[in-house]
């Protein structure tokens, strides 16, 4: 069974950096599991912000950034806003599919 | 544009099967690279993926539910078919359907609204 971690929960300042990271339970993640960000808020579908590690997707704006950070993928908000408060998910791409991680949820205050 | 919707019963019996069926527009499921993947929520959980299927049928499940899942596509109805069976209250979940794009090193860039399955007798 693979399992990839998450912090189950981050804050941030307004305008401030934060980092979340996404790790396997057994081994590293680098660029091979094709990180995949996720945003979701409360009662909505989830919406893409980062896929193959560093890709943005189209539409999310550029204080979103992908990254492999030592043995983690990793998500950084720079300059965090407000409806940046938000539940991030990664998901990683193994030979039989994908798994997404635990979650975290990110207060902005 | 691209736009899915799940269907099927709200509710379930356990042990009885699930089956849910994804419509889509915008895409074709004969297009090279294009997959069409579950992934259901429990409330107030985390995403969990199921399975995929791709333009070429290949099929792809979650290790953990490969015995009770089934993934089918009808390509001329623009229908992607999910059966689960045996299911178990511990099944509760929104399930979603994503669109996929590109294979390994693509992304779930399009979702569906979800649809909300609860599994009681």
């Known amino acids: 069974q693979t399992v990839v971690t998450q912090e189950p929960s981050l804050s941030v300042s307004p305008g401030g950096t934060v980092t979340l990271t996404c790790g396997l339970d057994s081994g590293s993640v680098s660029t091979s599991h094709h990180p995949n960000w996720y945003q979701q808020t409360p009662g909505q579908s989830p919406r893409t912000l980062i896929y193959?590690?560093?890709v943005r997707s189209s539409g999310v704006p550029d204080r979103f950034s992908g990254s492999i950070l030592g043995n983690k993928a990793a998500l950084t908000i720079t300059g965090a806003q407000a409806d940046d408060e938000s539940d991030y998910y990664c998901?990683?791409?193994?030979?039989?599919?994908?798994?997404f991680g635990g979650g975290t949820r990110l207060t902005v205050l | 544009q691209i736009t899915l919707n799940e269907s099927g019963p709200t509710l379930v019996k356990p042990t009885q099967t699930l089956t849910l069926t994804c419509t889509f527009s915008?895409?074709?499921?004969?297009?090279?690279?294009?997959?069409v993947g579950w992934i259901r929520q429990p409330p107030g959980k985390a995403l969990e993926w199921l399975a995929l299927i791709y333009w070429d049928n290949d099929k792809r499940y979650s290790p953990s539910l490969k015995s009770r899942l089934t993934i089918t596509k009808d390509t001329p109805k623009n229908q992607v078919v999910l059966t689960m069976t045996d299911m178990d209250p511990v099944d509760t979940a929104t399930y979603y359907c994503a669109h996929r794009k590109g294979t390994a090193m693509g992304q779930f860039d399009f979702w569906g609204q979800g649809t909300l399955v609860t599994v009681s007798s």
């Open positions: 193959s590690t560093h």
């Open positions: 998901v990683l791409y193994m030979n039989f599919g994908w798994v």
């Open positions: 915008g895409f074709s499921l004969s297009s090279s690279g294009v997959g």
